[in-house]
């Protein structure tokens, strides 16, 4: 997970000797997963909720949800592929809660594109410019914060979003311009 | 017209997804077109801007949270899972070796049944010239009946 992966197969293998460990019954084995992933879940989930006070207790759920869904695991996919779609699915329930806070505008809006105009953007400060834009990613619809969250945060390709998120490639690189779109229009109104 | 194409192709170019004659066409079209650089360079910031590093770490002791409510959680049933898959492919080999074998049962002792029509005998008279009275004659002393009335009405 991240953009800093380096060889995915290496790391593949190593998800599968963790897993196949807790399988036969070494629970402590589990502690590594939460230890290798639980900086990539947490930007993950920070991007999905923003300032939300729950990120813990749904990065929480996430791993709970992975420890019962691991026996489902049956290797077809690659274990971060699959993994991502655990925590996807744990914060879009987590969303669609009536008591969540959080920000999140999801279930497939339809806003409006905006066009595209000069540069905006260029003048802003770094890391005010990293929350705001974590703030306008977090209220995309579900859709599109998928793809751009995949992509532009966790550098995956079309290709792999597209098996995660089980759309074509197609969709993917619409999903993502458009979401780029609406994100740079959010981004230009708060700056 | 142009244009279009390549604003739906931008992002794509930005990710380095774009490949082949898409990839030349649209780089050809921004060499040529300032506005079209302009919505390049705009696409390019917000996804610059959107994946800058989260600065953030999860809170002390979260690790030992998470093992706490595994704990509580208690042990998913990995063994039912592994064998429940074994167990579930016998049974669909079972069941297919049984649908084969029962389709090779019934194409070995299939015979094609014999196909009677029956023609209303007025018919028959009226296109073949023999009177119900000899049509008769002629079924009852035959004992294939159906298949001399053919030979002599040809269908």
Partial sequence: ?????????????LDLSIIARVSRGETSAFSELVAKYKIPVWSLVRRY??????????????????????P???????????????????????????????????????????????????????????????????????????????????????????????????????????????????????? | MFCRFAENNMSALVDGELKGLKKSAVMAHLHSCPACRAKLSYLQSVSAASSLPVMELPPAGFEDRVMAKVSLAGRP??????????????????????????????LAFYRPAAVRVTVPEATIARQTGIDSESMESALNSSAIGFATLANQTGR
């Fill in chain 1, 72 to 191: 489902g695991f049956k290797g077809h996919s690659r274990f971060f592929t699959w993994f991502y779609r655990v925590i996807i699915n744990t914060c879009h329930n987590h969303a669609r809660k009536p008591e969540s806070k959080f920000s999140a505008i999801n279930s497939g809006g339809t806003e409006q594109l905006p066009d595209l105009r000069e540069n905006p953007l260029a003048r802003a400060e770094q890391s005010d410019l990293s929350e705001k834009a974590r703030k306008a990613i977090a209220e995309l619809p579900e859709a599109l914060k998928d793809a751009m969250v995949f992509r532009d945060v966790e550098g995956l390709s079309y290709a792999e979003i597209s098996e995660i998120l089980g759309v074509s490639e197609g969709t993917v690189k619409s999903r993502i311009h458009n979401a780029r779109l609406i994100v740079g229009e959010k981004l230009r109104k708060l700056l």
């Fill in chain 1, 1 to 13: 997970m991240g953009t800093g992966r380096p060889d995915r197969a290496e790391e593949n293998e």
């Fill in chain 1, 49 to 70: 909720s923003w300032n939300s006070p729950e990120s813990e207790d749904i990065c929480q759920e996430v791993f709970l949800n992975l420890w019962n869904a691991l």
């Fill in chain 2, 77 to 106: 049933d990995f063994a039912q899972e592994k064998a429940g898959s074994p167990f579930f492919s016998f049974r669909f080999a079972a069941a297919a070796l049984g649908l084969l074998l029962m389709l090779a049962a019934g």
